[in-house]
């Protein structure tokens, strides 16, 4: 076996700090990898690894982790402004893209919400009206209409929930 092939074999370890410090390189070169492996002379191959927290303590990967969410939420929140300020934009709102700008402001939106840990979908929330309080406010509508079933209805135009509370 020849020189260069123990170098090879041989296998360099490194401590829980370069680990740290060539992830905080991998950072400072916007997530290049690449660019970070020659900047530091380590293999790219083992600074992705270490990226996707491979042979990589849990709280040095966590440290990484919390870092790189921070540079992508920044990323986020700047393109969310850039659509925004396209889709309020003259000529991006006559042209024919609008729905291709609006989806993808949406789409961003709710990731921004997620990395918030806000929910991303709008529930329905629906507070249940008692017959009584419905009666309440059908009785209001009556002086108002020649029969029940023309207030019923207003009251269903106005109030939907509460109309449904009357079984009519």
């Not at 950072?27 to 990589?56: D, F, K, M, P, Y």
């Not at 790189?68 to 889709?87: E, I, V």
Request: net charge neutral; hydrophobic share 45%.
């Amino acid at each position: 076996m020849n020189a260069k092939q123990t170098a090879k074999l041989a296998r360099r370890n490194y401590s829980d700090e370069e680990k740290a410090a060539a992830l905080e390189t991998v950072n400072l070169c916007g997530g290049n990898v690449s660019e970070a492996a020659r900047t530091l002379g380590i293999e790219r191959e083992t600074l992705r690894q270490w990226t996707v927290g491979h042979c990589v303590s849990e709280r040095v990967f966590a440290f990484f982790a919390a870092k790189k969410q921070g540079r992508m939420t920044a990323k986020l929140r700047a393109l969310a402004d850039r659509l925004a300020d396209a889709l309020a934009s003259e000529d991006k709102i006559e042209a024919a893209r609008y729905g291709e700008l609006n989806a993808a402001f949406g789409t961003v939106f709710d990731k921004l919400r997620l990395i918030d840990g806000a929910p991303t979908e709008i529930a329905e929330h629906r507070v249940l009206i008692s017959r009584a309080e419905a009666e309440s406010k059908l009785a209001r509508l009556l002086p108002y209409y020649a029969t029940r079933a023309e207030a019923v209805e207003v009251l269903r135009s106005v109030d939907g929930e509460a109309a449904d509370a009357l079984g009519e």
